[in-house]
């Protein structure tokens, strides 16, 4: 993103304040908005099918949570709670999408990056050693194209924005 993006981002952030065991991001929520963290720590915890959960990793200060949500506008599998009081920028929707309207160049450099950090989450269950099925379920839900999801939420919501009818989703 350029720095103008950036900047403009952080005009329409809100600031937020967690406690433990508050989550950021409920599972199977639509949430219209990511979050940056501030300060704090808050654990990753992806639910299975029959709902138990199994714990992926720990987010710090500057790491960022719910940023497929706002681009797809999927539901999250995965549960973020914090560990401790954490403060953390929330990132709407709308700010994002008006981004991809002044510069459709910043959606395929987004997607690019979030496949680059999929792969390395992939790399991640390995390392904790998940059995391979668990592993193969995490992953399955992942492997998506993620430009062509990002540019059919959002041609989705523009379509909605001007009410005409959109079928191609």
């Not at 379920?137 to 194209?145: G, L, N, Y």
């Not at 909605?160 to 959109?166: A, D, H, Q, R």
């Amino acid at each position: 993103m350029q720095e103008e993006d950036i900047q403009d981002l952080a005009k329409a952030a809100d600031w937020r304040i967690f406690g433990p065991p508050e989550r950021i991001l409920p599972v199977s929520e639509i949430n219209s908005s990511m979050f940056i963290i501030a300060s704090g720590r808050a654990d990753v915890f992806e639910v299975m099918n029959n709902g138990s959960e199994i714990k992926l990793d720990e987010l710090g200060p500057g790491q960022s949570v719910g940023i497929m949500i706002i681009l797809t506008g999927a539901s999250t599998k995965t549960v973020i709670r914090v560990a401790v009081e954490t403060a953390a920028w929330e990132i709407n929707s709308d700010a994002l999408h008006a981004i991809f309207e002044r510069r459709p160049i910043a959606m395929e450099h987004i997607a690019e990056s979030v496949a680059k950090w999929q792969a390395d989450e992939d790399k991640t269950l390995v390392t904790r050693k998940l059995s391979r099925a668990q592993a193969d379920k995490i992953i399955d839900k992942r492997q998506t194209s993620l430009s062509k999801l990002i540019a059919s939420f959002f041609a989705q919501r523009k379509t909605e924005e001007t009410n005409v009818e959109f079928t191609d989703y």
